[in-house]
């Protein structure tokens, strides 16, 4: 970014900073184009978010390709290049969006060709489980799916099908956002009263980051803790580590090779944007997070059976891996997974900033004290309140972009409850910081209530749940 010197974007005029947006929008598409290194890209568009927030800071509205400032008359040439400008971007690696609403999930549906849980779906899962639905598909948390009636029919016909979820351990710390899919998956396997896999991807975690082996094992069995606090059925359960398991699972890797052949490394390069740079171990990886989803892979489970279809619960980042194995299941005989997607948990600082293990202030972690998950909400959480309570009364809140309400859409359970909380919010009759309040309320007891059934989970527990084995349902 040649025209502005950093620590500059302050004290730029408007049309300055628009024109910095474009030349760095540029160098981002080019840095994309050119296959440069995920840091690169990611720093360049850190840069370019940054120069948007400025902008918007400055003009008092967001950035429009084609559209200076003061100058309206261009807007309806726009066209094409803002959308792209305006574009989110998401892969297993990277979620990024210039929106402090956040992703735009309808766009994503369209562009990943899922489908979107309506009112229907949500219906039909109550009327085979005869549960009220989980929050998280009351409020639209998992919003899209692949194939989800296909597993109600086989509920509903008395046809089994088995549970896959994950978990990447880059790191012994575990935040609230981490558990959304293990929250999920605990109330699908109740309900529906079926076995579940926990793919833990150790080798996964080696081959990205800067770890070793023991590392990366010794994250995955940390982390394991915190997914047995979650409450799983130790009959129903398997969780496994790549790096244990591979080796001693033939009938996994056979399925690992399986996949293997029939991808390309032109149809891995386009799906997850490896380039030529990148180790043989990266390429060949996601062979290893689709082979769960055959059931065959556990043979201690479902004997040499290959035809259970598997349910993978996860947030929409991980689909371009089972987008994958669907494509290659049918030409390897086996069903395809079906999927249920789950949306981002926002950052403290905003939902277009993402949430880091390495930095401790941009999330609620699962170690917090109270005194901490308090400090950290009342100071860090991203407010859509007004700068004046004054103006606060008059023009209300904005739960679109508030965080401590995105965050109670996550975890208060009592749905008029949060929607007078919405109300009062939004009318001005709620302040931030009573807000504010309400969210430390909710989270406190939840943590500290983790934090203890995480202290009853015992090293030879641990052992229990990791150890292939038989597991206990009820069909033929």
């Known amino acids: 970014m040649a025209d502005m010197p950093n620590g500059e974007q302050g004290c730029a005029s408007p049309l300055e900073l628009f024109n910095s947006i474009a030349a760095q929008g540029e160098l981002v598409r080019s840095l994309k184009a050119g296959k440069a290194s995920k840091d690169e890209i990611d720093s360049a568009v850190k840069m370019l978010l940054s120069l948007k927030m400025s902008y918007k800071a400055t003009v008092g509205e967001d950035y429009k390709a084609h559209c200076p400032p003061g100058n309206p008359a261009l807007e309806s040439n726009s066209g094409l290049d803002a959308a792209e400008a305006e574009e989110d971007f998401v892969d297993p690696w990277t979620v990024q969006t210039s929106s402090a609403k956040g992703i735009d999930y309808d766009k994503l549906i369209v562009r990943f060709g899922s489908s979107k849980i309506d009112k229907e779906l949500v219906n039909r899962i109550e009327r085979a489980t005869g549960q009220k639905p989980h929050r998280f598909l009351r409020r639209g948390i998992f919003f899209s799916h692949r194939d989800m009636n296909q597993i109600l029919d086989a509920y509903e016909n008395k046809k089994p099908f088995y549970l896959y979820t994950g978990r990447g351990p880059s790191s012994e710390a575990m935040h609230v956002g981490h558990l959304i899919p293990f ?12 076995p579940l896999v926990i793919q833990m991807t150790d080798d996964e975690k080696y081959l990205w ?7 990366a094992y010794g994250y995955a069995v940390e982390n394991a803790k915190d997914i047995i606090a979650c409450g799983f059925d130790i009959n129903k359960t398997f969780i496994f580590s790549d790096l244990d398991y591979m080796g001693m699972s033939p009938g996994f890797y056979k399925n690992v090779v399986k996949i293997q052949k029939h991808v390309t490394f032109n149809q891995v390069k386009g799906i997850f944007g490896f380039t030529d740079s990148d180790s043989i171990g990266k390429i060949s990886f996601p062979a290893i997070q689709a082979a769960p989803s055959f059931s065959n892979s556990f043979p201690q489970i479902f004997r040499d059976r290959a035809d259970i279809q598997c349910l993978i619960p996860c947030a929409i980042d991980q689909d371009p891996y089972f987008r994958m194995t669907r494509d290659v299941a ?6 395809k997974p079906a999927l249920l997607h789950s949306t ?7 939902a277009q900033t993402k949430m880091s293990a390495s930095d401790p202030n941009s999330s609620i972690f699962l170690t ?7 400090t950290k909400v009342n100071k860090h959480a991203f407010s859509g309140g007004r700068d004046t309570v004054e103006e606060h009364r008059q023009f209300g809140g904005n739960c679109d972009v508030d965080v401590s309400f995105m965050y109670l ?12 909380i919405r109300k009062d919010y939004t009318s001005g009759d709620m302040l931030t910081g009573e807000l504010k309040k309400t969210l430390i309320e909710v989270l406190q007891p939840l943590i500290a209530e983790h934090q203890a059934r995480r202290k009853e989970v015992t090293d030879e527990i641990v052992k229990e749940f990791m150890t292939p084995r038989k597991l206990s349902y009820d069909f033929q």
Not at 209 to 215: E, I, P
Not at 330 to 335: A, D, Q, S
Not at 368 to 374: E, G, L, R
């Open 183 to 194: 929250i999920f998956t605990k109330w699908l396997q109740d309900v529906f009263n079926v």
């Open 209 to 215: 980051k800067d770890l070793t082996l023991d590392q």
């Open 330 to 335: 049918p030409r390897i005989g086996y069903p």
């Open 344 to 350: 981002f948990f926002p950052a403290l600082q905003g």
């Open 368 to 374: 917090d004290t109270a005194k901490q998950i308090k």
């Open 409 to 420: 859409t996550f975890f208060l359970e009592d749905d008029d409850k949060l929607e007078q």
